[in-house]
């Protein structure tokens, strides 16, 4: 795990008692520790997403600039790195972690988070969280969390991972899967895609512990980007459309806050341009977007198709995610639609993106919590609904048209392996080589798929392979 420097926080200085805060005094209200505390329960208890319930928090709380920064840091650390810590609380813990109370359990991770990754001096980390313990949870349990990560801090993470994985000594997927934080699983399905090179897969293990670069998406046919670009933002590297944040709330720019631009990843905006860009015989009167919600690809579709005189339709199952996809952009043509049932015709329309249901393994560097929650069996469980929706998508365009397949995950069992098998099932659709679609875009792998990578070009882990009906 890196170690990220970072300034001592509130209440570094003092000294603590054996059971914790310095005599004669009240803790001091530790707002960032808390609001990072009460991340982990929501995600624990209630199975929320950190980055939508710390958001929410910090404005509840009122927590700005560096008490911000430290309550993100504290929470997305803690939950990303929540798997390694476990075992090294295992080894400080006399019982089993199961029998701990959980919010015990999500403190003892936050103080071995400050122990290990922050630059939080010791008995500061030790301290802050043992008032954090008898504040939230009683005397008893303060004296444990005091007793354990004073075992925690007799040694620094190096010595750690030395200790529970020996180089030499451990499988090297096991060691990195506890130095990088990941579920061993994770680890194989990464190494499968990078077709075993282990160094490149610790590359790719580290980015996702990186907190990506605020990437906008500007409405084609608007001004919007140089009104970007002159805010400070910087150029997308391959998207003409991509504009690199400068920094603050995105919602303060005036085409964000205008509706003009939106906070979408490099990589989205890659697999739905190659889609739009791809040559297709003949004159082009509609696309399909058959699993559209949020509708960040089908507002960027859409954008591109109504520059040409050309309609879209953007369907989605959910009634709800349907209406997401009318506010994210209200020029589309959002339906509810279940896309194995479809209202449409076969073979209706020029080219189809079929932006399936995933484990979302590719876009671990935003949802901290994600990598722990997901199970191999979730691969297995989605896998239906992606042929489906694959095979839907080749029903939907005509002769000569085009289809997406597009996935933010690489695991290789619902990319290549979904591909292989739709296409095993009927003769009539061909692969056509998608590196040609991202102009300038390097290393996209041996083709005719494209498998985009966050160590690589700083995008999600993205998938995209490009069929063409026959
Ligand atoms: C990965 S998301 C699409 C993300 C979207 N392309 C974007 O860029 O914002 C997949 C979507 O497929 C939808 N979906 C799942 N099963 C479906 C079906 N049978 N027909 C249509 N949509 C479906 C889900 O509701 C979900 O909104």
Redesign the pocket.
């Known amino acids: 795990m890196t170690r990220p420097v970072r300034p001592a926080p509130a209440g570094a200085g003092r000294r603590p008692t054996r059971s914790g805060s310095t005599p004669g005094t009240h803790p001091r209200p530790d707002p960032a520790r808390d609001v990072a505390f009460e991340v982990l329960r929501a995600v624990s208890e209630r199975a929320a997403y950190a980055n939508l319930v710390l958001p929410t928090l910090l404005r509840r709380r009122q927590l700005a600039g560096r008490e911000a920064g430290l309550a993100t840091e504290l929470a997305y650390g803690t939950l990303r790195a929540a798997g390694t810590y476990d075992q090294v609380l295992a080894r400080c813990v006399d019982r089993s972690l199961a029998a701990l109370d959980p919010g015990l359990l999500d403190l003892l991770r936050l103080g071995t988070h400050q122990l290990l990754a922050l630059r939080i001096p010791a008995h500061a980390a030790v301290s802050a969280t043992v008032d954090q313990a008898r504040a939230q949870l009683g005397e008893g349990p303060a004296r444990l969390v005091n007793a354990v990560l004073r075992r925690v801090s007799q040694a620094d993470v190096e010595e750690w991972m030395d200790r529970l994985a020996p180089v030499g000594r451990t499988d090297r997927l096991d060691r990195l899967a506890l130095v990088h934080a990941h579920p061993r699983w994770v680890v194989e399905a990464f190494a499968e895609a990078l077709g075993g090179n282990l160094d490149e897969v610790e590359l790719a293990l580290a980015a996702d512990n990186r907190a990506p670069v605020v990437t906008l998406a500007a409405r084609p046919g608007t001004s919007a980007r140089d009104e970007l670009l002159a805010a400070g933002a910087r150029p997308g590297r391959w998207s003409p459309y991509a504009a690199y944040s400068p920094g603050g709330n995105p919602a303060g720019l005036v085409p964000v806050a205008d509706g003009r631009a939106r906070v ?1 990843d490099e990589g ?1 905006q890659l697999v739905a341009l190659a889609l739009a860009g791809a040559p297709v015989e003949g004159a082009e009167r509609r696309w399909l ?10 507002s960027l579709l859409g954008a591109l198709a109504a520059e040409q005189g050309i309609s879209m339709v953007a ?4 009634e709800h ?1 349907a209406r997401l996809v009318r506010r ?1 952009d209200p020029s589309l043509y959002a339906v509810t ?4 049932r479809p209202p449409w015709l076969p073979g209706m329309f020029d080219r189809v ?1 079929a ?4 484990t979302g393994l590719g876009a671990l560097r935003r949802r901290p919590e994600s990598r722990w929650r997901r199970r191999p069996e979730d691969v297995l469980r989605l896998a239906p ?1 992606q042929r ?2 694959l095979t ?1 998508a080749l029903d939907a365009v005509r002769p000569g048209g085009l289809v997406a397949y ?3 995950s690489p695991h290789p069992g619902e990319t290549r392996a979904v591909v292989a098998d739709v296409l095993g099932d009927r003769g009539d659709a061909i692969r056509v080589d998608a590196r040609e679609y991202l102009p300038g875009v390097p290393e996209l792998g041996e083709g005719p798929e494209v498998q985009l990578w966050p160590h690589r070009h700083g995008t999600d882990a993205m998938f995209l392979a490009l069929l063409r009906r026959r």
């Open positions: 979408q989205s977007d058959l699993a559209a919600g949020p509708g960040g690809k089908a369907a989605d199952r959910a995610r994210a639609a279940d896309a194995m993106l932006d399936v249901p995933c609904l489906g929706l839907a597009v996935t933010c």
